[in-house]
């Protein structure tokens, strides 16, 4: 059974930081491209970042200040958010699979809390 569990959300402050995690099992890990995805409260989820082989993908609100990357020996796939502003309170799910589009990933995390507030 495939499982993908979130932790590290949490309460910051504008431009602070958070490291969410996503612990995966039931698959090959190093086989899956994965995924960072976030849904804002009335508004509909977008992929975030895209770790796959040695490339990474992130949408445009995000890029310079959030870094995706995965350590296979521990079936582990990160998110380093840096700067976080008020728009990046969302719960963030991680989800196996590529691409900007929902429906290119088969996976998904029951997600984590991220509130950015002053």
């Known amino acids: 059974e495939v499982q993908l569990v979130e932790s590290g959300g949490g309460a910051v402050q504008p431009g602070g930081s958070l490291k969410l995690s996503c612990t995966a099992s039931?698959?090959?890990?190093?086989?899956?491209?994965m995924s960072w995805a976030r849904q804002a409260p009335g508004k509909e989820r977008e992929v975030v970042a895209i770790?796959?082989?040695?490339?990474?993908y992130y949408a445009d609100s995000v890029k310079g200040r959030f870094t995706i990357f995965r350590d296979n020996a521990k079936n582990t796939v990160y998110l380093q958010m840096n700067n976080l502003k008020l728009e990046d309170t969302a719960v963030y799910y991680c989800?196996?699979?590529?691409?900007?589009?929902?429906?290119?990933?088969?996976?998904w995390g029951q997600g984590t809390q991220v509130t950015v507030s002053s």
């Open positions: 989800a196996r699979g590529s691409g900007a589009r929902l429906i290119e990933h088969d996976y």
């Open positions: 039931g698959f090959t890990f190093s086989s899956f491209a």
């Open positions: 770790t796959s082989g040695s490339s990474t």
